[in-house]
């Protein structure tokens, strides 16, 4: 930051100091007062306050009234510390004795708090307790205050620490901890306040709006206030990956991979041959096109064009190949080629195109990463049967049924779900070997990937790193699994997500607190709508920060560090030792071991047994190894005498990517004004350095003949250290920015879901709901298959009547819907649900949806009232969610194809949304119709559904047969109260679907929805 920009930040900042002064000298006064109060006489403050707010509802009121009465609230807590002065809580089963009463500095941070700011005051300036009072205050409303912290430790110790003034005053505190069943959670969620970390807040509104199927088992009680504890770890650090609950995936057939691998192998060794073979002939027609003896050559422009569509070939046919690679690296060659390839895609129809593909056995397009068998390549996988691996066109097929003779609708329904079986067992076998001819053609190891401990890890194209835990999509990560002859590890789907910028976005009210703000403020206000207030330290810090020494490399620089501990260690100070990773200390421990010093480390999986640790780190002579994420909130008091040796030294083995996570690490020393010194140590070899450092230090470095075994200090080199930090900080904000402007899409798709969600989940009877829907899809239907300006006998009548009498127990004919088409004399009602419908139209609806509801009504006549109840909530949210998951799944492969798609003209993200829109409408579309598919084939007992069937309309049984006729569906037979769960017909849904008639054009577009029903598009689905 520039002077001039600090001087101005500093003093707004100042101003904005100085305005809470005011508040805190009349907190002080109102405490001053309250001093004569018994303990009971202060307690009463907290139940007449709650009472009052209680009945306030109007949301900008009860925030007037909570500003009217904080400073006696905070008075009131600060009091409640005043009278526990002295007394013994245990915390996390050690005895702490009270000792603090807020100073003046943190009822300014707590008054900022309230307001919706961070405040950022310096690590040990006790944090935990400013947050009591805007706590206290918000608590007193009853909605519910979420205290957030980075670890389940800190949020046990916090509740427990801090319990002890809630809990004085009359208020209920509750903690979430990771092994908690819903019971206890819900029980935590009820008390006043509640403390937990992000992630378990998180997962559990994720369990509670895309899980639960009952309100008992929602545990959250809504998002009013929330404070987050060490903001910038959470709001920045933690909110770089989603939250994720998965399950294992329903897309991917793991075993196919193994199976077809062999053939695949050989596959990939005769397309080898063939290119080599294409490429010996090449370098065949060069020599004659270049001949090394000077003579003339004839057909010089032939000789080129064939040169060039034989590398072209080549190319198409194994695109990584290393012969051709070499041959390309001639520009000449590389010419040759390219005019080849447009002169191929210049024709429109792509003939000579495609000819030149036949001569392979497959084809690989590198931009798009498609894979193609050949008519050459199908004839070599099966040569008894070519065609199967041709797909069939499912549409016409399923057309021709529907056209055909035969006229029992349930006999038309089998046909086609045989046509839909074979057509998936064909397009997965397809998918599976074009997955992994893909593998074997397009990714490299230890280019694309690396084998380690028998696991395939992504190398991050950019920037060279490995990428632990993420997989490719598709089947592909398997696929390449298969090909390394690695475990093949299930596929799983995301059931549910949210990043962490959204969820707590869901918060009416937010604020925070951190050691470390500043350096992120943009961010902060960007995205989460947050101010940062930095707030003077109680007492003058006096920590002495070195400048950072380098060293050219790693080696010098960590024996550089030893000696440091060393002479330090026999003053007798205690010494913090962080470093970046895990492996980096334990290195660290073993030179020490050498050295003959004992020291603990510790790394950031054990956060209880860490926080003792580190608790311990200022003692006399102590040396403690941590990485720099271990230990933070953690409290580092001196040990006697430590203070006059100059106490603890923070000792920095390389700087982080990240400005404040350094200041952290010096945080940890020199709190509450006691004396300390930090220490950096740097090398040119440091990730850092290599990636971001500029090329000015290097040069600076080489000028004044840096030598090995040098070390080199100069505030200069600290600022260019800085600006390279700044720079990742940069880069990693863009990056966090793009990917919640992603996630922004789909989180309205949520909001739209979950809200559907609870309107079921909590509506006392959604069966007029259900029947809404009904008609809402009888609309679709009707409009999908009639037409406004045909005569009625041209209307698809037939699909219409076979649509009804597949997804409802009425064995309606023709015949029947025609005359109703025909009586239609009624204009539908403007914007109404059937505005638009021609009066044939309505009468229709009508019709079939009075008939419906009448059946309906003979169904509930044989259910057990309250069991139906839940059997038609379940049969809603199941529905909801089945189509939803999917829903999740597809959007995760539109955003990894829009990825592949390169960017060319067009901004991503803008097609990303566009096609999200329309798989929005989509999904909305197929729930609706998904739950229709339902109504009936749910039931509370056999018995129930067995008595429904024997009594709907006589019809049935004969005329034309319905998908009920057989009894497909199951209920359950258990207990009085059956769980709805069990009476469900998936079976019975999940045929239908597959068979449901399809729309009639002779082919199906690759964007289309999917002809089997599934609600997804060709290409993801059966077309792929
Ligand atoms: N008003 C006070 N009077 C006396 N001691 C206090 C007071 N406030 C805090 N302390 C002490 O200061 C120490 C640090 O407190 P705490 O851990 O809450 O700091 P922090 O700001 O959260 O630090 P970090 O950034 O490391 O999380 C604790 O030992 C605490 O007891
Ligand atoms: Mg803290």
Redesign the pocket.
């Known amino acids: 930051m520039t002077g001039l920009i600090k001087m101005i930040f500093g003093s707004r900042n100042d101003r904005e100091v100085k305005r809470l002064k005011p508040f805190v000298s009349q907190i002080n006064e109102t405490e001053t007062g309250l001093q004569k109060l018994s303990d009971d006489e202060l307690r009463a403050k907290t139940a007449a306050w709650k009472e009052e707010l209680a009945k306030i509802e109007d949301k900008d009121e009860l925030a007037q009234k909570l500003l009217e009465i904080l400073p006696e609230a905070f008075a009131v807590v600060k009091n409640a510390c005043r009278r526990l002065l002295g007394q013994e809580i245990t915390v996390r089963g050690q005895p702490v004795k009270w000792?603090?009463?807020?100073?003046d500095v943190?009822l300014i941070g707590g008054i900022a708090q309230h307001q919706g700011k961070i405040t950022e005051?310096?690590?040990?300036?006790?944090?935990?307790?400013v947050a009591t009072m805007p706590v206290y205050l918000n608590a007193l409303t009853g909605r519910g205050v979420h205290v957030v912290t980075v670890n389940d430790y800190l949020a046990a110790r916090d509740a427990e620490w801090m319990g002890a003034i809630y809990k004085f005053l009359g208020l209920t505190v509750g903690v979430i901890l990771h092994d908690q069943p819903p019971r206890v959670r819900r029980e935590q969620y009820a008390c006043d306040i509640t403390y937990g970390t992000n992630a378990e807040f998180g997962f559990d509104y994720l369990r509670d709006n895309g899980m639960a199927t009952r309100k008992e088992d929602q545990v959250q009680r809504g998002h009013y206030f929330a404070i987050v504890?060490?903001v910038d770890s959470i709001l920045i650090d933690e909110a770089r990956t989603p939250l994720i609950i998965s399950g294992p995936s329903v897309h991917t057939h793991d075993e196919q991979f193994a199976q077809w691998k062999p053939l695949v192998e050989s596959l990939v060794r005769a397309q080898q041959q063939l290119c080599n073979r294409f490429l010996a002939d090449a370098e065949a027609l060069m020599k004659k096109l270049r001949p090394t003896d000077g003579s003339n050559v004839q057909d010089a422009d032939a000789l080129e064009r064939e040169i060039g569509m034989l590398l072209f070939r080549v190319k198409t046919g194994q695109p990584k190949s290393e012969a051709l690679m070499k041959i390309l690296e001639n520009p000449e060659n590389a010419g040759l080629m390219n005019r080849a390839e447009l002169e191929l895609h210049k024709d429109q129809k792509k003939v000579d195109l495609y000819r030149e593909k036949e001569e392979l056995l497959f084809a690989m397009d590198e931009k798009s990463q498609e894979a193609d068998l050949t008519e050459k390549g199908r004839n070599f996988v099966s040569p008894k049967d070519p065609d199967a691996f041709v797909l069939p066109d499912l549409t016409t097929q399923l057309h021709d049924v529907d056209a055909g003779p035969e006229t029992d609708a349930r006999k038309r329904l089998e046909a086609k779900t045989k046509l839909q079986a074979d057509f998936e067992a064909k397009a997965q076998k397809i998918h599976a070997i074009t997955t992994l001819l893909k593998a074997y053609s397009l990714y490299q190891i230890d280019v694309e990937y690396v084998i380690q401990e028998n696991k395939v890890i992504i190398v991050d194209q950019h920037t060279g790193r490995l990428m632990p835990g993420r997989r490719w999509s598709d089947g592909l990560h398997q696929a390449v699994e298969a090909k390394e002859g690695v475990a093949i590890e299930r596929e799983t789907q995301t059931l549910a997500t949210i990043t962490i910028q959204n969820y707590f976005r869901l918060y009416q009210k937010l604020a925070g607190m951190?050691?470390t703000a500043e350096t992120e403020a943009t961010e902060f206000l960007d995205i989460y709508k947050l101010g940062v207030v930095t707030i003077p330290t109680?007492k003058p810090n006096i920590r002495k920060d070195s400048h950072d020494s380098i060293y050219k490399t790693r080696r010098e620089k960590f024996n550089a560090v030893v000696q440091e501990i060393k002479t330090l260690h026999a003053l007798g100070r205690p010494i913090l030792v962080g470093t970046v990773s895990v492996e980096t200390s334990e290195m660290l421990s073993r030179m020490l071991k050498r050295e003959g010093l004992i020291h603990s480390v510790l790394n950031a999986k054990y956060h209880q047994q860490e926080a003792e640790i580190v608790a311990r780190a200022g003692q006399r002579g102590a040396v403690t190894i941590a990485t720099n994420m271990a230990g933070?909130?953690?409290?580092i008091?001196l040990g006697p005498g430590v203070a006059d040796v100059g106490g603890l030294h923070v000792l920095g083995t390389e700087r982080h990517e990240a400005r404040r996570i350094d200041r952290?690490l010096r945080?940890?020393c020199s709190?509450?004004g006691d004396p300390g010194s930090s220490h950096f140590f740097i090398s040119l070899e440091d990730d850092l350095m290599r990636l971001f450092g500029s090329d000015r230090i290097v040069k600076m470095m080489e000028k004044i003949g840096f030598e090995e075994g040098d070390e080199l200090k100069h505030p200069w080199l600290n600022r260019s250290i800085q600006s390279a930090q700044k720079k990742v900080e940069q880069h990693n904000f863009q990056q966090r920015k793009r990917t919640l402007e992603y996630d922004d899409v789909m989180n309205k798709h949520r909001g739209v879901v979950y809200d559907f969600r609870n309107e079921i989940i909590n509506g006392e009877d959604v069966r007029d709901r259900l029947m809404d829907i009904m008609e809402e899809v009888v609309v679709e239907k009707v409009l999908e298959f009639t037409n406004t300006d045909t005569e009625h006998g041209e209307w698809k009548m037939r699909q219409l009547a076979d649509w009804v009498n597949l997804n409802f127990p009425l064995g309606m004919p023709e015949a029947e819907i025609l005359k109703a088409a025909e009586s239609g004399k009624e204009t539908p009602v403007a914007g109404s649900l059937f505005d638009g419908l021609s009066p044939a139209q309505f009468a229709v609806v009508n019709f079939i949806s009075e008939k419906v509801r009448n059946a309906y009504d003979i169904k509930i006549s044989f259910e057990n009232p309250d069991a139906l109840k839940e059997v038609e909530r379940f049969t809603i949210l199941s529905a909801i969610d089945r189509l939803w998951q999917e829903h999740l799944y597809e959007m995760d492969s539109l955003r990894y194809s829009i990825g592949l798609r390169g960017y060319g003209q067009r901004d991503p993200l803008v097609e990303y949304k566009a096609e999200a829109f329309k798989m929005f409408d989509e999904l909305m579309v197929n729930v609706k119709t998904q739950i229709c598919n339902n109504i009936f084939r749910s039931a509370s007992s056999m018995l129930a559904f067995e008595n429904f069937l024997r009594n709907v309309p006589q019809q049935t049984l004969h005329q034309t047969a319905s998908a009920f006729g057989g009894g497909t569906a199951t209920a359950s037979t258990g207990g009085a109260q059956p769980k709805a769960s069990d009476v469900v017909s998936e079976a019975a849904a999940a045929q239908e679907a597959k068979g449901k008639p399809v729309r009639t054009g002779p082919k199906v577009g690759r964007n289309d929805p999917c002809p089997c029903g599934s609600g997804k598009k060709y290409k993801q689905c059966c077309g792929r």
């Open positions: 000792e603090m009463i807020p100073f943190q005051m310096a690590t040990g300036e006790g944090k935990t307790l504890d060490e951190t050691g109680n933070r909130g953690t409290d008091k952290q945080g940890r709190r509450q």
